[in-house]
């Protein structure tokens, strides 16, 4: 594992230990899972392949949303409340951390403290 995936890797940890969080992974900007985890003991709501094309979903929606930053300025983070889960989806120059969390979060205060923690 290279020195940054290590890294990358040790933010997820610590993203992790946050009690609302399920799932915390790094993606290339094809959709696949460079690093990253479920919280130890949980079971993920998706089979490997329907996770696969959401990771290739979310990488699509922010990289189709970056062509406004222009105008609006960068993308902080996204984020989606579904009835079961809430993701967020955070860009970075070359990778996507994709994270999902208790359906009942407060999505900005949860965004805010994993932005804090990176």
Do not use: H, W
């Amino acid at each position: 594992m290279s020195s940054e995936n290590k890294t990358d890797q040790q933010k997820c940890q610590s993203i992790l230990e946050l009690p609302e969080i399920r799932f915390v992974g790094f993606l290339d900007y094809m959709g696949n899972l460079i690093v990253g985890d479920f919280k130890p003991g949980l079971s993920p709501l998706k089979d490997e392949s329907e996770r696969k094309k959401m990771f290739v979903e979310a990488v699509l929606r922010i990289r189709t949303r970056q062509d406004f930053d222009d105008n609006l300025g960068p993308v902080e983070y996204a984020a989606a409340r579904r009835k079961n889960v809430v993701t967020i989806t955070i860009p970075f120059e070359d990778k996507v951390l994709f994270v999902s969390a208790e359906s009942n979060v407060d999505i900005d205060k949860i965004s805010r403290k994993i932005l804090d923690l990176l």
